[in-house]
Structures are given as structure tokens and as C-alpha cells.
């Protein structure tokens, strides 16, 4: 069974840059038809997409979030990581790494994996 989890700092001061790590075991993160994806959901709102990386190592991101997200990969160490420039206090959020097979998707769906989620606060 694939599993991921999600690791780095939780809590940030406005303007730094977030840097997360998702490690993964039971598959490998250049099996062909997955997106290794970053996706978070603020308090009271609805899961985001954020970017992600195919099996080919390309990166793809949100349009929003383009101007500020890096996302990149180790596979001798089969993990991605994201990293968010200049965060804000609006940055703050539960942020998951996942498998997913529909391109751009944010919500569970049946055959896709997620981490755990883990908890980033930008405060001041």
C-alpha cells in the first residue's frame, strides 16, 4: 500500500519561504499515470491545489501560486518537495502531499493516496 507523509516546519514568520517534504513508500514516485501532488486547505475553507510533479520529473502548478512555488523531486530518496516563497499569514493552512490520478484534482477520490496533512501557521 502506498503511503506518504508529509514533514518540515510548522510555523513561519511572513516573508519566508516554506519548504516541505513528502516522503513515500509502497511506489515509486516515477510510476507512469500519477501526479505526486501538493494540495492544502486553509481554516474554514475549501482543499487548493497547488502544483505537482509527474512521473517524468515536469512540473506542473497552480496559476496563483506559479510565481512562488518550487516543486521538485529526489528519487534515490523517493520524496518531492514543495517549497512556497513569501509566505503570508493567508498561507496558513494544512498542507498534504498525495497520489493523484486526475490532473489538477483537490478532493479524495477513489485509487488516490494522501499524506496525513501537516499543520503550517505564518504568524508574525
Known amino acids: 500500500q502506498v503511503k506518504l507523509q508529509e514533514s518540515g516546519p510548522g510555523l513561519l514568520k511572513p516573508s519566508q519561504t516554506l519548504s516541505l517534504t513528502c516522503t513515500v513508500s509502497?511506489?515509486?514516485?516515477?510510476?507512469?499515470?500519477?501526479?505526486w501532488s501538493w494540495i492544502r486547505q486553509p481554516p474554514g475553507k475549501a482543499t487548493e491545489w497547488m502544483g505537482a510533479?509527474?512521473?517524468?520529473?515536469?512540473?506542473y502548478y497552480s496559476p496563483p501560486l506559479k510565481m512562488r512555488t518550487s516543486i521538485s523531486r529526489d528519487t534515490s530518496k523517493n520524496q518531492f518537495t514543495l517549497q512556497l516563497r513569501s509566505v503570508t499569514p493567508e498561507d496558513t493552512a494544512v498542507y498534504y502531499c498525495?497520489?493523484?490520478?486526475?490532473?489538477?484534482?483537490?478532493?479524495?477520490?477513489?485509487?488516490?493516496?494522501w499524506g496525513q496533512g501537516t499543520q503550517v501557521t505564518v504568524s508574525s
Open positions: 510533479i509527474g512521473s517524468s520529473g515536469d512540473p
Open positions: 498525495a497520489r493523484i490520478r486526475l490532473f489538477g484534482t483537490s478532493v479524495r477520490t477513489p485509487g488516490d493516496y
Open positions: 509502497g511506489g515509486s514516485i516515477t510510476a507512469n499515470n500519477y501526479y
